[in-house]
């Protein structure tokens, strides 16, 4: 009795000292992220104690060691009885068991994340078969759009898109900077601007075969986060910094701008999540709008953000649409009903119909995406982590969270329509990962067939 006391204590020591360090280690890391800000950290820390600690990962990381350590007891007290011999013959032995036990392991885990029971049955007939689009948003001026990535070159994914009833495209050329603070984006270049418009022609091109349509909208790329900050957050210290930083948005945007004209293309986003610049300085925006319209003459929006953004821009007069990025929260459960994501819906719906009321402008949802995830409806604007590596793939929250959004914000009449996120190009995929995307899952199937409606 005294042995087995005695043992599970080295286990509770291994395994309390093996969790406070892997615990230690997320809030350094954290810690540096932030650039040392203990707030801010200690906000972030404790979302990621919460995850770690329900994660079976975690603990069977916490078990490692002692296992380790059992592992090298035994070695050692083999050499011991039989020497070199027993060494060679148990160590073999254990490290054959060892990785056995690792691989079983893993087989268990990913068996366990491609878990969920499904009952969806795909339906065929709701495909377009036809050479071309529909163009069903010319009988309910819709748009049914997604934003597309590696897709150059490949026709095949085009053509996929037209039979799901997609009848837009999002192209998403990111723009570099530094920090949030400095203004140091990366102008374009002549010879860049050719090599872009040489990229785009060419699926400008494809897109032409089917009658899909094309919004171009530039996102701002932060390549240095302190403290938490995203482009949102993007603030100059000075007004020189403010007027280099306008400067150089300018010319980035007036040359995507000119582009899309040259290109045709239907559709311009003038921005993407830049809140902070719309609050400081709304006259430099104003005139950015006044210097797009002279050099394109397609329909314009702006990709607010979801939380207050989209309710205090003070240009939307002077666009077409009121654009939103809509990662609204639909949750705070793991495993919600399709009925409390449309009542989280039904909440959102009648501050985004106050808006559109206020402007008289059609509300176009820039982005909305859902992670195939287990607790996408909590955070659906959340990338994935590390945690994704061992949660469970969800294409059922997914696919109702899609649902949910049909059944509410579709039918309004002052929607005007919705550019998914995401679609990989990337070949033929099942649809087992706890990514963005929609192919081969079976939302992409539920929103041909909204799409086609009746």
């Not at 491609?114 to 078969?129: C, K, M, P």
Request: aromatic share 14%; charged share 25%; glycine share 6%.
């Amino acid at each position: 009795m005294k042995i087995k006391i005695a043992a599970l204590k080295l286990f509770l020591w291994f395994y309390g000292c093996t969790a406070f360090i892997l615990l230690m280690l997320a809030f350094l890391l954290i810690l540096h992220k932030n650039d040392y800000s203990v707030h801010t950290t200690t906000v972030f820390f404790l979302d990621v104690v919460g995850r770690m600690l329900t994660s079976i990962f975690f603990h069977i990381i916490a078990i490692l060691p002692y296992l380790i350590f059992l592992l090298i007891k035994r070695i050692i007290s083999d050499y011991k009885r039989n020497k070199i011999k027993g060494l060679l013959t148990g160590s073999l032995l254990k490290a054959a068991i060892f990785i056995a036990i690792l691989y079983i392991g893993n087989l268990m885990l990913q068996s366990y994340r491609v878990s969920e029971v499904s009952d969806y049955t795909w339906d065929t007939t709701v495909e377009n078969n036809s050479n071309s689009v529909n163009n069903y948003g010319n009988i309910d001026k819709k748009q049914r759009g997604i934003h597309v990535f590696n897709i150059s070159g490949n026709s095949e994914d085009i053509e996929k898109l037209k039979t799901n009833n997609f009848e837009w495209i999002t192209l998403t050329p990111f723009i570099s900077q530094g920090d949030y603070n400095k203004p140091s984006l990366r102008v374009i270049s002549e010879d860049r601007y050719k090599n872009i418009l040489k990229h785009y022609k060419a699926i400008k091109a494809e897109c032409d075969v089917y009658g899909i349509k094309i919004m171009l909208k530039p996102h701002i790329w932060l390549s240095k986060t302190k403290n938490g900050k995203w482009r949102s957050d993007i603030n100059m210290e000075t007004e020189q910094d403010w007027n280099t930083w306008f400067k150089n948005y300018n010319q980035i945007i007036l040359k995507y701008a000119t582009l899309a004209e040259e290109l045709q293309l239907e559709q311009f986003c003038i921005g993407t999540e830049l809140e902070t610049t719309i609050y400081e300085k709304p006259e430099q925006w104003k005139a950015l709008i006044q210097k797009v319209k002279a050099v394109y003459k397609g329909k314009l929006t702006y990709a607010a953000n979801w939380n207050a953004e989209y309710k205090k821009v003070p240009f939307w007069d002077e666009l077409d649409y009121i654009g939103i990025q809509a990662y609204f929260p639909l949750s705070e459960k793991d495993d919600p009903t399709l009925e409390a994501l449309e009542n989280y819906w039904k909440k959102h719906t009648e501050e985004i119909a106050l808006v559109s009321s206020k402007f008289n402008k059609p509300i176009l949802f820039t982005e909305l995406g859902y992670k195939s995830i287990q607790g996408t409806s909590k955070k659906p604007w959340e990338w994935n982590g590390i945690h994704s590596l061992y949660s469970k793939i969800s294409k059922g929250e997914q696919l109702l969270c899609y649902q949910a959004f049909f059944n509410t914000i579709w039918k309004e009449p002052w929607f005007h329509g919705i550019h998914i996120w995401e679609w990989q190009g990337r070949g033929e995929s099942d649809g087992n990962n706890t990514n963005f995307t929609i192919e081969g899952k079976p939302s992409l199937n539920l929103i041909a067939k909204h799409f086609k409606g009746n």
